[in-house]
């Protein structure tokens, strides 16, 4: 039997350099691709201080029984308003990743009697159950952004000292209390918004915004009338920057 070679075709010019080409065009896209996650990688989040006002700001309000949405519990709302200036921050040619912010709580409280009550009325221990919170920022010129967070928590406190109308309460758990009101933010579309108002443009534009902190404690007993006092604390936000 006589076999018969196949004959070769070899590969014409113009598809050699085409497969080339295509071959340089993916390489060079993955090295800046690659060149890019390491450059935004290599940036460290950019401190925009405490763009809500949380830091220091002393909480205080009547205890109720009612409701945050749906749930009925003692709790308490209140809301504070504050002016940020604009940052002197420069991010143009940056992608955003996240805006993260910072809040907790100090490890003391205080819960003041009603009127017609006295210190022995005080529950031992009082533990706080969940937590929302809304942040608001706005300007004239880049319009306004919200956003809220919603927490399920299990914060006990205990009672220490006493007055005659009032009891400080320390915290007792283990969860670290400083980053427990932890906000951060991963939306594209709200990120620019947000950095839109907090960034100086060509002139300043006053940047103001309100800050709702409410809390459901359980205490195994009615606090409706009671008011709590607690003090927010913030280590400041930050600006990731993306790929």
């Known amino acids: 039997m006589t076999r018969t070679t196949g004959l070769h075709h070899p590969e014409p010019r113009a598809t ?24 935004a990688a290599l940036i460290p989040p950019i401190s925009v201080g405490d763009p809500l006002g949380v830091d220091g700001q002393v909480v205080t309000a009547a205890l109720r029984d009612g409701t945050i949405t749906t749930q009925s519990t003692t709790h ?16 143009h040619g940056f992608s955003l990743a ?23 009325d005080h529950p031992p221990r009082i533990t706080i159950t969940r ?11 880049n319009g306004s952004v919200t956003f809220t967070h919603d927490l399920t928590l ?19 758990g283990t ?6 009101l932890d906000l951060e933010i991963t939306d594209r579309a709200t990120l620019e918004k947000l950095v839109s108002i907090l960034v100086l443009r060509e002139t300043e534009t006053p940047n103001q915004g309100t800050f709702r902190v409410a809390f459901e404690i359980e205490a195994g007993t009615d606090l409706s009338g009671y008011e709590a ?10 600006i ?4």
């Not at 990731?240 to 790929?243: Q, V």
Request: proline share 3%.
């Open 240 to 243: 990731r920057i993306g790929r």
């Open 154 to 172: 299990a914060l006990p406190f205990e009672r220490t000292t006493c007055t005659l109308d009032a009891c400080s309460y320390e915290y007792a």
């Open 131 to 141: 937590a929302l919170i809304e942040a608001q920022l706005w300007d004239d010129v």
């Open 229 to 238: 006092t607690f003090t927010l604390t913030s280590r400041g936000s930050v």
């Open 98 to 120: 996240s805006f993260h912010t910072n809040a907790g709580l100090a490890n003391q409280m205080t819960l003041s009697v009603p009127t017609d009550g006295s210190a022995s």
């Open 175 to 180: 969860e670290t209390l400083a980053d427990v």
């Open 16 to 39: 050699r350099q085409r497969r080339a080409a295509t071959a340089i065009g993916v390489g060079a896209l993955a090295l800046l691709l690659g060149a890019c996650g390491v450059i």
């Open 76 to 91: 308490l709302d209140t809301t504070r308003s504050l002016d940020v200036p604009d940052l002197e921050a420069n991010l």
